[in-house]
């Protein structure tokens, strides 16, 4: 297969599972934005829902970090991969020398755990380097 042909075949399989990804995220925050908002009603205070809003500032960032459309960017000039598409690219990069895999492995974990904590910066959607 010539390498542009394997880029949009790489990039269709990205996309499936991207969508998949994205899907999931969905069905997981919409319940848990209502049972935010229905706490955020109904305890008293009066701190501005700072639950529901704080499930709709994960989804922003986990919507960041999907990237869903970030294939769109191989259209136009090159621009550097960001979100799941830079920690896609180096773990390939890693898997490719059989010395580094543990090495993937440990960034994917170590990126994850970061975007599920809500640590990930939002000006930087690139892997954390060590």
Known sequence: MSKPRFRVFRDVVVFQGKLLIDGLRDLFLSPISIMAALVDLLVPGDDGGKRFYGVVSFGRRTE????LFGAADRLGPEAPPQGIDSLLEEVERLMRDPDRREE????VHSFVEQVGKGRHRRDDRSPPSE
């Open 64 to 67: 960041k970090w999907i990237n």
């Open 104 to 107: 993937a492995r440990d960034r």
